[in-house]
Antibody, heavy 123, light 111 residues
Framework: VQLLESGGGLVQPGGSLRLSCAAS????????MSWVRQAPGKGLEWVSG????????YHADSVKGRFTISRDNSKNTLFLQMNSLRAEDTAVYYC?????????????????WGRGTLVTVAS | NFMLTQPHSVSDSPGKTVTISCTGS????????VQWYQQRPGSAPTTVIY?????PSGVPDRFSGSIDSSSNSASLTISGLKTEDEADYYC??????????FGGGTRLTVL
């Protein structure tokens, strides 16, 4: 299993960024996927999750209305569109794979994580 | 809202046994599975315990997990401490209203 995030970088407050996570080594379309972030020196915070077919999405209150998670099962890729970015969104963003196959529900627990991509929101 | 609380840090010497607690509030910790992740500096988290007390392949049996409904808490116990166990440890669970919840993390120092 490999999860490779990309798209991070420096962005000004109020700006937008789109993260991608390229998945390989497993049947991507069969697993719920999530984004989890970690601010510098802080703990883990779940951000967003998406059902296997993409029909159901879930977001933490801290990003609701600003972030959108999506997936392209034909390309084995997970996305996170981040708008109206704030300084407090500065973090390493990890892509994470759910443990259970074929779940139709929200994210539950993770068995594989990517190495992360750093997003810095600053002027 | 369901929350998980961990001690900020624990420490002990090589060869000893250490236990990290994860206390639930705002709901029953036994309602959904608890996982434990290890995160070494500069690395992504990895799973050391899933579904309360299961060890992924490759995780030594020095790592064990348990649930205590009476205290509404989960515990990660590491026996025969090694310097390589020094890391941050996070408990995690989930519920319907707030899909994924992490504890604040515990820094384990092996003296």
């Amino acid at each position: 299993v490999q999860l490779l995030e990309s798209g991070g970088g420096l962005v000004q407050p109020g700006g937008s960024l789109r993260l991608s996570c390229a998945a390989s080594g497993f049947t991507f379309r069969s697993y719920v996927m999530s984004w989890v972030r970690q601010a510098p020196g802080k703990g883990l915070e779940w951000v967003s999750g998406i059902s296997v077919g993409g029909e159901n999405t879930y977001h933490a209150d801290s990003v609701k209305g600003r972030f959108t998670i999506s997936r392209d099962n034909s390309k084995n890729t997970l996305f996170l569109q981040m708008n109206s970015l704030r300084a407090e969104d500065t973090a390493v963003y990890y892509c994470a794979k759910d443990f259970y196959s074929g779940s139709s529900g929200p994210p539950s627990l993770f068995d594989y994580w990517g190495r992360g991509t750093l997003v810095t929101v600053a002027s | 809202n369901f929350m998980l609380t961990q001690p900020h840090s624990v420490s002990d010497s090589p060869g000893k046994t250490v236990t990290i607690s994860c206390t639930g509030s705002g709901g029953s910790i036994a309602s959904n599975y608890v996982q434990w992740y290890q995160q070494r500096p500069g690395s992504a988290p990895t799973t050391v315990i899933y579904e309360d007390d299961q060890r992924p392949s490759g995780v030594p049996d020095r790592f064990s997990g348990s649930i205590d409904s009476s205290s509404n808490s989960a515990s990660l116990t590491i026996s025969g401490l090694k310097t390589e166990d020094e890391a941050d440890y996070y408990c995690q669970s989930y519920d319907g209203s707030n899909p994924v919840i992490f504890g604040g993390g515990t820094r384990l120092t092996v003296l």
